[in-house]
């Protein structure tokens, strides 16, 4: 063994020991130490997290790959792109590259395992010198992600020994684990809203191109002790089939490993489909890249956890029906004390097995990676698409930058008209973008812009019948964003040029005695308009405009300053539009609770500040005192149990489910408005304040403030309606002050939200509906069961209750900060 600190003697314990937690700062601290004493490990600072903790990107392999580690860099990324080389170059860089492996930990802050177990891997494979570890260190470069949530790791070690040794030992924490997302965090691949997202997508699609990729998770507490690769069915579509191989055979190795070592439990090809969320392990197969994922058995954080052997069960669906060995779990674990050691010892074997496999078969898997690269540009060539085309000048111009932002966060590769081009009667101007399909990250390019359906399939349906997915049915982006991405289908040919880093056309354009207009159709001309007024300018909105558009006047220099420093689409014009309403910002208040916190609520926070629009967070004590002050209460997406109080649904199994996994809290975390506190947001209306209910919070709404307004979808089974996540066509009343600068037909994601009719016909002028469902045709990309149900039904309404408003939303405007297309039907009710 190389003489290097063991964790033992650094921590006082071993990592995975029972009823201890090494905290991030600690763990920082080691693997610099490690740094210090061993020439096998590389520790960096990537930069501060969201809340200012430092990132850590941590490389071990041999002393001697170090000495041309940049050149084995360059090989990784060239075969992951091996265009126009020759078979030969290709060949000699197989022989001379090394695999890379990138792994990461603890996404999910009360996942604690993965970081807890980085700690073991990275002292193993620094001090071990047998012939396997050194195998592994000459042959692959491990590129470790320790930590990739370090601020929820310190909120959860600083929780855990907060209630040790009291009745809440164990609990889960009782807010978000990340300032913004909490759990919604490895749904942040393909957008990269957060610094964290920021950081790994750098590491793995523009540093490295590994040949694998594997997310150390955990999952609940009375199945399997550990699920591997591969993914069970559905089949996400488009990914080159060596991918699907290289799992099983990945997948298979860590199982043989598993149970070599004694380590029970273990299941595979089951519970996690391989069409699920595009976080980075299922978005990682679009990129050719072997994506993996470990999901462990949870213990009570570092507590054991005794289960019972009758509480342990199978998964109740085609793959693993019931809790019994079959050959995919052929050694069930037999129940008893479930520990933190246990789950560090399995995904320890886990990330050690993937390393050793890849040392072991280093040029099948590096020229696997150039197969994949030239099978889906061979495929995108030939693609009935052949490319897609997007546009520049549409309705939300903004938008088609941050699109083509969001492709080359992918490492896509993004062409740009040159000049003119056409494509049989069409013709598109030059600065059109488009995507050609004949790149390696075809089946990336086909789910991100293109229509996409649902499978349908016995895999796809429980055993009822209905539509089961995990998270959402489409991740079109394009469709989130309502931005146009045209499939050619047909070859064409042009002059066009790469796109390369990120654009912004817009220059403050902006003269001596010019006033100027501001594009209401713009998502950015609300961040220029708030940082406007910040600077003490009036703006206001020009009423005969059909958008509604923004108008200022005053001082040129610090006008053009604000424009330079929140670029937007603006015009010039001699003299003041004719009939102009001030603009006001409004007093906002978001309610926010306790129970792990409410991850909608977290992205509403992220897109206001992103778009310096103020708030105040409230809370329970807040809202049972009357909301003074405020004029806006916003009510992310929840359920009543949560707004409410859990008492207050009592038969809704999702509820009790989810109370039963936070776990006792103390008092002060208890969360719950009440009746009382219910009656207050009355008042509040009431009085002249404004009420946005979100998604799901719209039932609370309805019922609480006894609005003349019905979800027609409420307890409607799954089997006669289910969205599950997709995006279905809208029509927009833009009269409304809520769809001001919306087009006249739009997408929503919707995920089984609710659906509107107005109930109230003495009253029926106080409800207006803002937008509506297309009367047919209704679903673009998802599934959709029951669209006679939703069809020409309302999607938004606006409801007059006394001197205030109510404005109920049947989907998240904002779902996730993705969903950019509709982030207006918010941003115009913040204002007077």
């Not at 490990?41 to 000495?67: C, E, Q, R």
């Not at 424009?563 to 603009?583: F, S």
Request: proline fraction near 5%; charged fraction near 25%; hydrophobic fraction near 35%.
């Amino acid at each position: 063994m190389s003489k290097v600190t063991r964790p033992l003697e650094f921590f006082g314990f071993t990592p995975g020991a029972p009823r201890e937690m090494a905290r991030w700062d600690k763990i920082v601290e080691y693997l610099y130490l490690l740094e210090k004493e061993s020439d096998r490990i590389h520790v960096s600072d990537m930069g501060p997290s969201t809340m200012g903790n430092p990132f850590l990107k941590v490389i071990i392999t041999s002393p001697k790959n170090y000495a041309d580690l940049e050149e084995y860099r360059k090989i990784s990324m060239t075969l992951a792109d091996p265009r126009g080389l020759s078979q030969g170059e290709i060949d000699a860089m197989v022989k001379k590259g090394k695999a890379v492996s990138v792994q990461s930990m603890s996404m999910h802050a009360t996942e604690i395992g993965g970081t807890q177990m980085a700690v073991n891997l990275a002292y193993e494979l620094c001090a071990r010198d047998d012939e396997v570890n050194q195998n592994i260190l000459d042959n692959v470069i491990f590129v470790m992600l320790p930590c990739v949530n370090p601020d929820g790791q310190i909120m959860v070690t600083d929780w855990y020994y907060k209630t040790k040794d009291t009745p809440f030992e164990g609990s889960n924490y009782p807010m978000l684990y990340h300032k913004y997302t909490g759990h919604d965090n490895n749904r942040d691949a393909m957008a990269w809203n957060i610094v964290e997202s920021r950081y790994m997508g750098e590491v793995i699609f523009h540093e490295w191109m590994p040949q694998s990729y594997q997310d150390h998770h955990h999952m609940g507490s009375y199945g399997a002790r550990i699920y591997i690769a591969p993914y069970k069915n559905p089949l996400r579509q488009y990914v080159d089939p060596l991918v699907w191989r290289e799992l099983n055979w990945y997948g298979a190795s860590m199982a043989y490993a598993l149970d070599s070592e004694g380590l029970d439990g273990c299941t595979s090809g089951s519970q996690y489909p391989s069409w699920g969320h595009y976080g980075y392990h299922w978005i990682a197969n679009s990129h050719n890249i072997p994506g993996m994922l470990t999901e462990s058995a949870s213990a009570k954080l570092a507590t054991p956890k005794y289960i019972d052997p009758s509480q342990l069960k199978g998964d109740g669906d085609l793959v693993q029906p019931k809790y019994e060995a079959q050959t995919n779990f052929p050694s069930p674990w037999k129940g008893g004390w479930w520990t933190l050691q246990g789950i560090v010892d399995r995904q320890f074997v886990t990330a050690y097995s993937l390393l050793d496999t890849m040392a072991k078969n280093r040029e099948t898997i590096l020229r696997n990676m150039a197969k994949k690269a030239l099978n889906q540009t061979a495929n995108g060539e030939n693609d009935p698409d052949f490319a897609y085309i997007i546009p520049a000048g549409q309705h939300d111009q903004g938008e088609v930058m941050h699109l083509i932002r969001l492709l080359r966060q992918q490492n896509i590769e993004v062409k740009k008209a040159v000049k003119p081009f056409t494509i049989g009667s069409a013709t598109y101007p030059a600065g059109t973008f488009v995507v050609f399909l004949a790149q390696p990250k075809m089946g990336l390019i086909k789910n991100l812009l293109g229509e996409t359906h649902y499978p349908d399939n016995q895999w796809s349906k429980d055993n009822t019948g209905a539509y089961t997915a995990f998270d959402c049915a489409t991740d079109t982006i394009t469709e989130f964003m309502n931005v146009e991405a045209i499939p050619a289908g047909v070859k064409f040919e042009g002059e066009f040029e790469t796109v390369e880093g990120m654009l912004c056309p817009w220059a403050p354009a902006v003269q001596k005695g010019k006033r100027v207009v501001i594009s209401a159709k713009e998502n950015s001309a609300f961040k220029t308009v708030n940082l406007l007024m910040d600077e003490g300018f009036k703006v206001y909105r020009i009423d005969t405009c059909p958008w509604h558009d923004f108008y200022v006047e005053g001082d040129e220099e610090k006008i053009a300053k604000v424009l330079e420093k929140a670029p937007t689409i603006h015009r010039l014009v001699d003299k003041a539009p004719e009939k102009l309403t001030r603009v006001k910002p409004l007093k906002v208040a978001m309610y926010q609770r306790y129970y792990t916190g409410n991850a909608d609520e977290g992205w509403t926070r992220l897109i206001l500040e992103n778009n310096c629009f103020e708030y105040t967070t409230v809370y329970d004590k807040d809202v049972k005192a009357g909301l003074k002050g405020f004029d806006v209460l916003i009510m992310p997406s929840d359920g009543e149990g949560f707004i409410v109080g859990p008492e207050a649904a009592p038969n809704d199994p999702r509820t009790q489910m989810m109370m039963q996994w936070v776990g006792p809290q103390p008092e002060e975390y208890r969360s719950g408005l009440g009746v009382d506190g219910a009656a207050k947001i009355k008042e509040f209306v009431e009085k002249g304040g404004r009420l946005l209910a979100f998604n799901y919070a719209s039932d609370f709404a309805i019922k609480y403030l006894g609005l003349g307004v019905k979800n027609i979808v409420a307890g409607v089974s799954t089997l006669k309606f289910n969205d599950h996540g997709s995006t279905l066509r809208t029509v927009v009343d833009k009269t409304q002050q809520v769809c001001w600068g919306m087009p006249d037909k739009t997408l929503v994601f919707h995920w089984n939200g609710p659906v509107f009719a107005v109930t109230d016909t003495f009253n029926a002028d106080d409800y207006k509906v803002a937008m509506r469902f297309a009367d047919k045709k209704v679903l673009r990309s998802g599934l959709l069961v029951g669209e006679e149900l939703i069809a020409n039904q309302a999607a938004v309404v606006t409801c007059r209750k006394g001197k205030g408003e109510v404005v109920l939303y049947g989907f998240g405007p904002q779902n996730r900060a993705q969903t950019t297309g509709t982030f207006k039907l918010v941003f115009n009710m913040l204002y007077k």
